[in-house]
């Protein structure tokens, strides 16, 4: 199994790359691109599709031979919710930074007519999760309700210092609808103010995967199978961009029986 733990491999270009080869699974990729104004990023999608999300900064941005104009506003992925772009399988894309730009390129399986389509930041409302110390801002990118992709489940959320994430523990790795779908996930992490970290725990029932993370702005973690809860430290927000992608366009999931109790509080 793939270490579970990425860290980006540059400050600038092409910060992180996350492959369905390198994370030894089937359905999900990841890409973080940090560019100057001026600087460019392009690519063809193949036979996936793919969401670009402006985690910061403007660009202009061209899919499927549309152009789309200047896109992204927020400052840091803290600033509100963000621009996003779909682009179909058999297609291709750019995107050339006008200020400068952090942007993610969220990728799974492509199939079927789709056409490339822009996000605008108020496409879906803002949801708040949870109480008391398990409160979190939930920003739907693509959610399974669209009806817009062919696998891509796209997510933002927001927790704030001292709060649990993604808890009660639940999982999401077994094809057995209608109790439960099939979901590779990536995490894309941020702090505010950076130099703060959280933690996330990778488990199942039987403990055979049992992994605890410390994880640090910029980090991306994987999640192949199992439960996958996180928190962050008092005086620290904690930012997650959430890729999932699997054999139905379903999130449906299982809470950990120990736990589930916390729901009724």
């Known amino acids: 199994m793939a270490n579970l733990l990425v860290k980006p491999k540059a400050t600038e270009g092409h910060v992180t790359h996350v492959t369905p080869e390198s994370a030894a699974w089937t359905y999900v990729g990841f890409d973080l691109y940090r560019l100057k104004p001026g600087e460019m990023v392009s690519a063809e999608t193949g036979d996936r599709e793919v969401c670009l999300v402006w985690i910061s900064g403007r660009s202009s941005a061209e899919a499927g031979g ?5 896109v992204g506003e927020r400052q840091n992925p803290f600033d509100g ?3 996003a772009l779909y682009v179909p399988a058999g297609s291709n894309w ?3 930074a006008e200020t400068d730009l952090e942007l993610a390129v969220c990728s799974g ?3 079927g007519d789709y056409q490339a389509k822009l996000i605008p930041p108020d496409t879906h409302p803002l949801e708040i999760r949870g ?10 990118i693509m959610p399974e309700t669209d009806g817009a ?22 999982k999401h790795d077994r094809d057995d ?8 996930e990536t995490y894309y992490h941020r702090l505010n103010p950076p130099q703060g970290f959280a933690f996330q725990r990778v488990y199942t029932d039987d403990r055979s995967l049992d992994e605890a993370m410390a994880v640090e702005d ?7 199978k199992g439960y996958h809860p996180c928190a962050t430290i008092h005086g620290y927000d904690l930012y997650y961009l959430n890729v999932m992608a699997g054999p139905k366009r379903i999130w449906k999931f299982h809470n950990q029986k120990e736990h589930e109790w916390l729901l009724n509080l």
């Open 66 to 70: 549309t152009k789309f104009g200047s």
């Open 81 to 83: 919710p963000p621009w």
């Open 94 to 96: 750019s995107a050339t």
């Open 109 to 111: 399986p492509g199939g």
């Open 131 to 140: 109480k008391g110390a398990n409160v979190r801002h939930v920003h739907n």
């Open 149 to 170: 992709a062919h696998s891509l489940l796209v997510v933002e959320v927001v927790t704030p210092s001292g709060n649990t994430s993604s808890y009660p523990s639940h």
């Open 177 to 184: 609808l209608p109790n439960e779908s099939q979901l590779e």
């Open 218 to 224: 910029g980090d991306v973690v994987l999640v192949p």
